[in-house]
């Protein structure tokens, strides 16, 4: 930002075309370990030594480009491992000091950049955070969903309520956009035309004239405000009140505004819309590159400007032509947040942060797309992961494997470091031969869900529509008859001649050696995702509706059942020590006793949770997810 005020050394950017809704566990506070996550004290993680992934190819598979030595942890000391520093995506950021500036985001994703690195900080809300804007390095805000108002001090960061936000019930109101003249007048706007002032003391409600959402708000003193909007609005302060107008380009959504001065003005807005005002009228720029939604702006110099947007895309204006720069990032990049007088960083999707040093670009985190899907590892072997695509975690190396097959798996079980299955779609069957992943037949293009085995030559396999595949010769895939035609999720065995199979409808199959047979559980209304166990008398199954149930063996019991998550994997390191993971950052712990919920550092989707021969529990899920338990 330029201009008058540039001295507040602030940038506020704010975007809200996604509504990501809220999850049902809440917002985990971060462990600050005296104000940040700090590693020092903490063993290294694989890659984070700044040396390349090792890869099976021998190509460098690096996933996190710029090593941090920091981590965004829970206050119950689950920590991101991958990606780095969180998978929260961002949407938001102001620059507080020479170097200094914060990132804010979904979930109520707090993350500081002090010149070198990103740091974690709790927010202690579970609200999408969508605006920042700061004053000084001890006067920063936050804006979001619900009314979420957030305010830094230097000290940590508090909530603070709006007119209509301590009713008690959440508000329906969104807020999308921060900007202040000064310490004493700083302005917020958000859905259905909210508009919120500050005078130094409290916020108060104030009349936009409009009902539509209003996404982000920009200005160069008290007296000279703008904010815009959907159906190409714009609505103008002059110190006294608000009036409303049209800008040209149609009726589609504004979603950013950033100038140099009030004769030099940039708005972007959906389907690759820019709008430049020159002191006497806004007019359309045309966009010659690919007209992407475009979700932030940066006023770079006079008449010129930088937008990004969908895609990965950020285009840079010169005053008379476009020219894009390659982001390194496939994601929506939803900010432009100005760094010191060199820096400018993009902030997007699954926590993904570019830095601009003039042409020169640094991934700070590129986020990730893929899904893990399950994770398993022999006796003191290695940590296998598959979904999107497979890995091997062993000791301080992060191996990404060839995998013969494109098609996504689902589950995987592991004999040893030297034999291991994976199953997925469309009948996939793949089979470690020491160096990859080769396809097996399965004489099936039904979706397979899980996969064990007692031995090299004795496993099973179920899926779609009540599908069970026996290997009882080491070679081939034999269909068996289950007695059931609904989907099968995952499969079990404590040995050879006990074996369990879990799926829709609460089923419960069980293998005695001879034959599979239906085995009642009471839970009809349940889709069961996951079964794991220590011994035949010590098994536990859980799905949909937050449903964990327990075999004594002799009969199955419900543990817990009427909760607004969905449990995808248990695990366990002996009777008195299982973990359960699900939808929302959903973690449970049960210590021989009861179960009871641990915080996530975030909201994303776990499928899955293990431990390998380095002991460390991890837990993977959607967006390249790689938690591990800390301590």
């Given amino acids: 930002m330029r201009g008058p005020y540039a001295s507040l050394l602030a940038v506020a950017v704010a975007v809200a075309l996604v509504a990501c809704g809220e999850g049902e566990i809440s917002e985990p506070e971060m462990d600050l370990d005296s104000g940040f996550n700090h590693m020092d004290a903490q063993p290294p993680l694989p890659g984070s030594d700044g040396g390349p992934l ?51 985001g979904e ?3 707090l993350l500081h950049y002090d010149g070198t690195s990103l740091r974690g900080a709790t927010s202690e809300v579970g609200s999408n955070l969508r605006a920042a804007f700061a004053i000084s390095p001890r006067d920063v805000w936050a804006a979001g969903s619900a009314l979420t108002m957030l305010h830094y001090d230097g000290d940590g960061w508090r909530k603070v309520a709006l007119d209509g936000s301590d009713a008690g019930v959440a508000p329906s109101v969104d807020l999308y956009g921060l900007w202040g003249a000064s310490a004493r007048e700083i302005w917020a706007v958000g859905s259905a035309g909210a508009l919120y002032r500050y005078d130094g003391a409290t916020w108060s409600k104030q009349n936009s004239t409009v009902t539509v959402n209003l996404r982000a708000v920009w200005g160069t003193a008290s007296d000279h405000v703008l904010a815009v909007g959907d159906s190409g609005t714009l609505v103008s302060f002059d110190g006294t009140s608000w009036t409303k107008s049209t800008l040209p380009g149609g009726a589609g959504a504004l979603h950013a505004i950033d100038g140099l001065s009030k004769n030099d003005v940039w708005v972007v807005g959906a389907a690759g819309r820019v709008l430049h005002y020159d002191g006497t009228s806004f007019k359309a720029v045309d966009l010659t590159l690919p007209k992407v939604d475009l979700y932030a702006v940066h006023a770079s110099g006079p008449n010129q400007a930088i937008v990004s947007g969908a895609n990965g895309a950020i285009y840079v204006y010169d005053g008379t032509a476009w020219r894009a720069r390659t982001s390194g990032v496939a994601n929506p990049l939803w900010a432009l947040v100005q760094g010191d007088d060199a820096e400018l960083f993009n902030v997007g999707e699954h926590g993904s942060v570019v830095r601009w040093n003039g042409e020169q670009r ?56 030297e034999l291991a299955w994976a199953v997925g779609t469309s009948g996939t069957i793949v089979r470690w031969d020491g160096r990859r992943f080769l396809l097996s037949e399965s004489g099936t293009t039904s979706w397979l869900r899980g996969v064990w085995a007692s031995s090299p030559t004795s496993a099973w396999v179920v899926g779609a529509r009540g599908l069970v595949l026996g290997l009882f010769n080491g070679t081939s895939w034999q269909p068996f008859a289950a007695g059931s035609d609904k989907d099968l999720h995952d499969v079990w065995g404590s040995s050879a001649t006990d074996v369990w199979a879990v799926g829709d409808a609460g089923s419960l199959l069980h293998w005695d050696g001879t034959r599979w047979a239906l085995v009642p559980g ?11 166990g220590t011994a035949r008398d010590d098994i536990w199954a859980a799905g949909t509706l937050g449903t964990i149930l327990h075999w004594n063996g002799a009969a199955w019991s419900i543990a817990q059942k009427g909760a607004g998550y969905t449990v995808h994997g248990l695990y366990g390191r002996s009777r008195s020590d299982v973990y359960a993971v699900g939808s929302a ?6 210590d021989g006793k009861s179960w009871t919920k641990e915080r996530a550092p975030g909201e994303v989707t776990l499928f899955a949770i293990g431990a390998g021969g380095d002991g460390l529990l991890r837990a993977v899920g959607e967006s390249g997810v790689i938690l591990y338990k800390r301590r």
């Fill in 54 to 104: 090792a890869d099976a190819s021998g190509l460098d598979a690096r996933i996190v480009e710029v090593p941090s030595p920091y981590v965004v942890c829970s206050q119950d000391d689950w920590c991101y491992e991958r990606p780095r520093p969180t998978s929260q995506t961002l949407f938001a950021g102001a620059r507080s000091g020479q170097r200094e500036l914060w990132l804010v």
């Fill in 107 to 109: 979930g109520g994703t």
């Fill in 362 to 417: 640094t991934l700070l985190s590129s986020g990730s797309s893929a899904n893990y899907l399950d994770a398993f590892s022999a006796q003191q072997g290695a940590l296998w992961v598959v979904g999107d695509e497979a890995l091997k975690l062993d000791a301080n190396v992060h191996t990404k494997l060839e995998v013969e097959s494109q098609r996504s798996l689902y589950d995987g079980f592991a004999l040893s470091n």
């Fill in 522 to 532: 009471g839970v009809p209304d349940t889709g069961l995702r996951s079964v794991w």
């Fill in 585 to 590: 950052g959903t973690i449970l712990h049960y």
